[in-house]
């Protein structure tokens, strides 16, 4: 079956711009994760949704952050005014429930603020 | 203090070489990860753990709730098997869920 998708896989933007990254989670899948992978640097937890609904938004890096999903299904991650230290990979994942489920990853968007 | 840390953060081997990688921990845990990234490549979990041992071929994952201790094992280790290996552990904090990643064991494999 299809596995987590994301788009775009790259992205460059100028800086300043907003951009808007998507996640299509695994079917069926209810809980779903955003994380960031700067370069050089590891993995970063910024957000999770159970449904539609994300209960804690403090590891988004700043208010420029926002995230939403719909119908328990598509994820979109919004970067306002983008900053070069937003570049990086950013990866989605999903998982059948809540803490105890297997996560599958997505390919990762890789993002370039120039 | 990283909440998560690996050991070693590089490991050279020998094709065949049974291979270790540690990962501790210093909060209480929901459950933990391990997770394999190829050179340029995606994330891919191998194994989940709240408790005791895991094997799927050649890798074996095991954790120490009480000791807050996780290791990756890779018996008879081939090239293929060169990637960065993540620990990652679930936890709760301040009633939420959150994942926190130890920065990576870069594991190499000669022929």
């Known amino acids: 079956g299809a596995g987590v998708s994301q788009s775009p896989s790259n992205k460059v933007t100028e800086k300043g711009k907003d951009v808007e990254l998507r996640c299509d989670p695994i079917?069926?899948?209810?809980?779903l994760y955003w994380y960031r992978q700067s370069l050089g640097q590891g993995l970063e937890f910024l957000i999770y949704f159970q449904g539609n609904s994300a209960p804690d938004k403090s590891g988004l890096p700043s208010d420029r952050f926002s995230a939403e999903r719909t119908g328990g299904s598509v994820s979109t991650l919004t970067i306002q005014r983008t900053q070069q230290e937003d570049s990086a990979v950013y990866l989605c994942?999903?998982?059948?429930?809540?803490?105890?489920?297997?996560?599958?990853f997505g390919p990762g968007t890789r993002l370039t603020v120039t | 203090k990283n909440e998560v840390e690996q050991s070693p953060q590089n490991l050279t081997a020998q094709e065949g070489e049974f291979i270790t990688i540690n990962c501790s921990y210093s909060v209480g845990i929901s459950a933990l990860h391990w997770l394999q990234q190829h050179p340029g490549g995606g994330i891919v979990s191998l194994f989940m753990l709240s408790s005791g041992k895991k094997k799927h071929g050649r890798l074996i994952a095991t954790i120490n709730i009480q000791e807050k201790h996780s290791s990756l094992h890779i018996t008879a280790s081939h090239p293929r098997d060169s990637a960065v290996y993540i620990c990652a552990v679930r936890l709760i904090e301040r009633g939420y869920q959150k994942v926190t990643f130890g920065t990576g064991t870069k594991l190499q494999v000669i022929p």
């Open positions: 079917s069926g899948h209810t809980a």
């Open positions: 994942a999903s998982s059948r429930g809540g803490q105890n489920y297997e996560q599958y």
